[in-house]
């Protein structure tokens, strides 16, 4: 059963043509008229293009590493898609709001398939760039107004993207890996209390030099006061590791190319 489900989540490699992935026709094709822009279902894509939908093989971001090329061409791809000045387009309707508001180069940051686009950085040992990136979106893009929300926030998507990010200062790009990503905390000190009301479990979040102008990159993280030398902490760190479990963060206003490493 293991080895089927494995070759089923491959399948996606079938639909890789001219450096996207693009929609197959019925005599297994591939179409002529292709626009890696266009986010229409005419085009085979629903509220997003094949831009942003190229990086979202979250299950398997080796696997799309090696089909682009390696880790330094997901790299170029990343750098291009943030770097776009071309925006989402339909040729039959109008994109709904959310799909082509709250740009940042090619990624809809007011929808679900752009969120987890710049932690997708820490995969390719670039994690300063998602810093850089993360800090813009959630001190730019989100706000305590009543329209705070860059987008629909579509039974909480939004919500706890934010949440994740700024308060916690981690992500689950992929959720069934059982791996947070380092992200860009906004927070000074956070504790989350764990289980029920009879528990002592705590996951605290503090954050040394925090600046919310200034100071938006890692210079080093630790967890329960052991530096942390990975991009990504564990679901089972947080609510097994101990009874109090600490994450810190010290951040600083350049890159340290030697954190998380």
């Not at 940042?104 to 998602?130: C, D, M, Q, R």
């Not at 850089?132 to 929300?149: A, E, K, V, Y």
């Not at 530096?227 to 951040?251: A, P």
């Amino acid at each position: 059963i293991e080895s089927h489900f494995q070759k089923r989540s491959r399948l996606y490699e079938l639909y890789f043509h001219d450096g996207y992935f693009q929609p197959r026709l019925s005599n297994g094709s591939f179409r002529d008229d292709f626009d890696f822009l266009d986010a229409s279902a005419k085009n085979g894509f629903t509220e997003a293009n094949a831009f942003q939908y190229l990086f979202s093989v979250v299950h398997d971001v080796p696997g799309l590493s090696r089909l682009l090329g390696g880790k330094d061409m997901l790299s170029k791809r990343l750098d291009d898609f943030f770097s776009l000045n071309s925006r989402p387009h339909t040729h039959d309707r109008e994109l709904p709001k959310d799909v082509s508001a709250s740009m940042l180069g090619g990624a809809t940051i007011g929808n679900e398939p752009s969120l987890h686009i710049p932690l997708l950085y820490n995969y390719v040992g670039e994690p300063w760039k998602a810093q850089s990136i993360m800090h813009r979106i959630l001190t730019t893009m989100f706000s305590d107004n009543p329209d705070g929300l860059p987008g629909n926030d579509d039974f909480g998507a939004m919500s706890s993207f934010y949440f994740f990010n700024a308060a916690l200062g981690i992500y689950p790009v992929h959720p069934c890996s059982g791996e947070y990503q380092i992200s860009r905390p906004l927070v000074h000190d956070v504790t989350l209390h764990l289980g029920d009301s009879s528990s002592n479990n705590t996951f605290r979040v503090q954050v040394l030099n925090q600046s919310l102008t200034d100071n938006m990159y890692v210079q080093d993280v630790w967890l329960n006061d052991q530096r942390l030398n990975r991009t990504f902490i564990l679901h089972k760190e947080i609510v097994c590791c101990c009874e109090k479990t600490v994450l810190k963060f010290l951040m600083g206003p350049t890159p340290n190319y030697d954190a998380l490493r």
